[in-house]
């Protein structure tokens, strides 16, 4: 979950107007990354030469997979956020209206997720029903961040006139990144879910 973290700082250090601050961090993501793919691995391999019932493997497996998913778009949506240096218009897309849900809400939301995950897997290990039934914290979580993501493409292509082609494009992209993101941890808790319901007496 400190892919998250990550992703926060360098859209906080973006916002700030501190560009080569944010590319760090977003690098910073990338050699993580990384790790966490070299990790994975040898993880994986130690699952597979466990002694536990292949069901249960294969369920496990799952997991690990999908949580790396969840790193690897987390650092795709990094990447596309410091493409290039985004100026004033951009920016001020970014900060959103006042009132309005916007980027911000989404960043904190997705810290939010992932800490919600984060918990669920915890709680797997000791108790798989109740795990299951917190499963639908990240759910909601993920619903409002969709709610939040059509607005701001509805915004954005209001916006068009103000913005150039390749501001649009980004933070369009930058959008659904962000919102795969939410699916990705979404997906988690939909295995544990699964994984809760079978063991349901």
């Known amino acids: ?3 998250v973290q990550m992703l926060l700082r360098s859209y906080q250090e973006l916002l700030s ?5 944010s590319r760090k961090t977003a690098n910073d993501l990338a050699e ?8 994975v691995g040898q993880l994986k391999n130690q ?9 249960t493997k294969y369920e ?20 596309i956020m410091t493409l290039r240096k985004l100026e004033a218009p951009e920016i001020e897309m970014l900060e959103g209206t006042e009132g309005e849900p916007g980027f911000d809400r989404i960043f904190h939301l997705l810290v939010r997720i992932s800490d919600e995950t984060h918990s669920t897997l915890e709680l797997a ?14 759910e ?30 980004q933070l369009k992209e930058l959008i659904l990144a962000l919102d795969s993101i939410a699916d990705a941890f979404e997906d ?5 879910e699964r994984v809760a319901s079978l063991a349901a007496p």
């Open 188 to 192: 988690v808790s939909d295995e544990v």
């Open 1 to 3: 979950m400190e892919a």
């Open 140 to 169: 909601e979580v993920e619903e409002e961040i969709d709610k939040i993501k059509l607005r701001l493409l509805g915004e954005l292509y209001v916006s068009e006139d103000k913005l150039k082609i390749m501001s649009l494009l």
């Open 47 to 55: 699952i597979i030469e466990s002694r536990i019932f292949s069901s």
């Open 60 to 79: 496990v497996l799952e997991i690990v997979q999908l949580l790396e998913e969840s790193v690897d778009k987390t650092m795709e949506a990094a990447r």
């Open 32 to 39: 993580f990354e990384s790790k966490v793919d070299h990790n």
């Open 17 to 21: 107007g501190d560009y080569e601050s």
């Open 125 to 138: 290990q000791k108790n798989l029903i109740d795990a299951g039934r917190r499963a639908d914290r990240v």
